[in-house]
């Protein structure tokens, strides 16, 4: 069963930084496909970043510039490094994975941007 924990969520103030971490139960590159969502309450979950397995990054038009996505092999992660963060940056923000046809999901991690 694939497993996927997100960490690294809490509380920053507008203008800081935050890294988020999803850790896979197993090898991060067997996953076609990973990418980060976000759902602010009241509001439908929405795709923040995505990364395939050639490497190559999309991102949505809202965060572009300020958050990067990335595999950190060594630590079989999926990251989110969110940069000049916003209020509108506050959200639970989940990592999602697609291995073998089919998507797996963490549980979420909470981003409250102050400000």
């Known amino acids: 069963q694939v497993q996927l924990v997100e960490s690294g969520g809490g509380l920053v103030q507008a203008g800081g930084s935050l890294r988020l971490s999803c850790a896979a139960s197993?090898?991060?590159?067997?996953?076609?496909?990973m990418a980060w969502y976000r759902q602010a309450p009241g509001k439908q979950r929405e795709l923040v970043a995505g990364i395939v397995s050639g490497g190559r990054t999309s991102y949505a038009d809202s965060v572009k510039g300020r958050f990067t996505i990335s595999r950190d092999i060594a630590k079989n992660t999926l990251d989110l490094q969110m940069n000049s963060l916003k209020p509108e940056d506050t959200a639970v923000y989940y990592c999602?994975?697609?291995?073998?046809?089919?998507?797996?999901w963490g549980q979420g991690t909470q981003v409250t941007v102050s400000s």
């Open positions: 197993g090898n991060i590159l067997s996953f076609n496909a």
């Open positions: 999602k994975g697609q291995t073998g046809g089919r998507q797996y």
